[in-house]
């Protein structure tokens, strides 16, 4: 089955630019989407489509995708995005299945 | 405002059957995939199942074919998962997602509802 690589932790100050990877063979040939988890709280979709937002999600918000690595970019980190994120892919071409990346705790400190 | 509400969560011992619910409002749910996915403590999210609009295809994680069913009842406006033949590493809290229109993603997620498998 296909397999998202995420790194466990990504720490940032406020005010700079937290980067978030989701690494796959050829990931650049799928669509990728992100989540935002808070604590305690279910998981919020804030890009679609590797870099699309959803309406009320911040242009701070932002994805690409190419090669082996997506990313998820948030620039001007507040305290307020701490949170586990997730990637996720429609593997269409194995049974249909919906993958997620093992997850982000964001920090900002 | 789309609204997804779970129930039917609890404890159970292992070997033992629950009946998930999600109830839907705020969208026409007859237009939409609709997934279960979850979430074991301190872990991360598990994709777990989808159904089609009419409920005529549905797709299902390996480590739960052949003991989960997921259906659905669109004049209620509601999807369910079945749960069967419980194991201990079934305990998760399990949350109902509205698939996109693209089917691709899963843009609303209910609150979820915590299921705990233990002897």
């Known amino acids: 089955s296909y397999a998202l690589t995420q790194p466990p932790s990504v720490s940032v100050p406020p005010g700079q630019t937290a980067r978030i990877t989701c690494g796959a063979k050829?990931?650049?040939?799928?669509?990728v989407h992100w989540y935002q988890q808070k604590a305690g709280q279910a998981p919020l979709l804030v890009v679609y489509?590797?870099?699309a937002r959803p309406s009320g999600i911040p242009e701070r918000f932002s994805g690409s995708n190419s090669g082996n690595t997506a990313t998820l970019t948030i620039t001007r980190a507040e305290a307020g995005d701490e949170a586990d994120y997730y990637c996720?892919?429609?593997?269409?071409?194995?049974?249909?299945?919906?993958?997620f990346g093992g997850g982000t705790r964001l920090t900002v400190l | 405002e789309v609204l997804l509400v779970e129930s039917g969560g609890g404890f159970v011992r292992p070997g033992e059957s629950l009946r998930l619910s999600c109830a839907a409002s705020g969208f026409t749910f007859r237009s939409h995939w609709m997934h279960w996915v979850r979430q074991a403590p301190g872990k991360g999210l598990t994709w777990v199942s989808r159904?089609?609009?009419?409920?005529?295809?549905?797709n299902y994680a390996d480590p739960v074919k052949g003991r989960f069913t997921i259906s659905r009842d669109n004049a209620r406006d509601t999807m369910y998962l079945q749960m069967d033949s419980l194991r201990v590493d079934d305990t998760a809290v399990y949350y109902c997602?509205?698939?996109?229109?693209?089917?691709?993603?899963?843009?609303?997620w209910g609150q979820g509802t915590l299921v705990t498998v233990s002897s």
């Open positions: 996720q892919v429609w593997d269409s071409n194995n049974d249909h299945l919906w993958v």
């Open positions: 050829k990931i650049g040939s799928k669509t």
């Open positions: 997602a509205r698939g996109a229109t693209t089917v691709a993603f899963l843009d609303s």
């Open positions: 489509d590797d870099s």
């Open positions: 159904i089609n609009y009419d409920g005529t295809d549905s």
